[in-house]
């Protein structure tokens, strides 16, 4: 069966089965690499994307969950939040190893585009979901905190 996809705000029509997880189809179907697999169960976080704004673990999704919605992978991450997070993780060294990275950038800009002034909480439990292996909490709780300022600044301005 086909199943028609929005993603990065382009149509994609890909006749497969309708339990193929997203995560593959935009893998190996649309050469969209940069969400990644980690487990398999929706514990890590690192094939998390955008399914309606909301970060979503993609290996467990269905692509017949999929269809109908709006879905953004890191690659089609244009928004304010999503570019302040991206500069924030350069500017403060955030990865390490850099595997669990695309997942936390997506997780992290969901976050900031609801809530552009977390606390310490908020950012602790909208990240719990990801795992990261290199143990770069700290840094990753800056970039975010980083990436907020860059869009207050930007609010402000």
Not at 39 to 49: D, I
Not at 91 to 107: K, L
Request: proline share 2%.
């Amino acid at each position: 069966m086909a199943y028609r996809l929005k993603i990065n705000g382009e149509i994609h029509e890909l006749d497969v089965e309708g339990d193929l997880p997203l995560l593959w189809a935009v893998r190996d179907y649309l050469n969209l690499t940069g969400s990644k697999f980690g487990c398999g169960l929706a514990q890590c976080g690192a094939c998390t994307m955008h399914v309606d704004g909301v970060a979503t673990r993609t290996c467990v999704l269905s692509i017949s969950q999929a269809e109908g919605k709006e879905i953004t992978t890191i690659e089609g991450l244009t928004s304010v939040a999503g570019k302040a997070v991206k500069q924030a993780w350069v500017d403060a060294q955030v990865p390490q190893c850099g595997y669990c990275q695309s997942g936390q950038v997506m997780s992290a800009t969901a976050l900031l585009e609801s809530n552009s002034n977390p606390t310490d909480a908020e950012i602790e439990a909208a990240m719990s979901g990801n795992i990261c292996r290199c143990g770069t909490y700290s840094r990753i709780k800056s970039g975010i905190k980083l990436a907020a300022q860059a869009i207050n600044a930007v609010e402000v301005a």
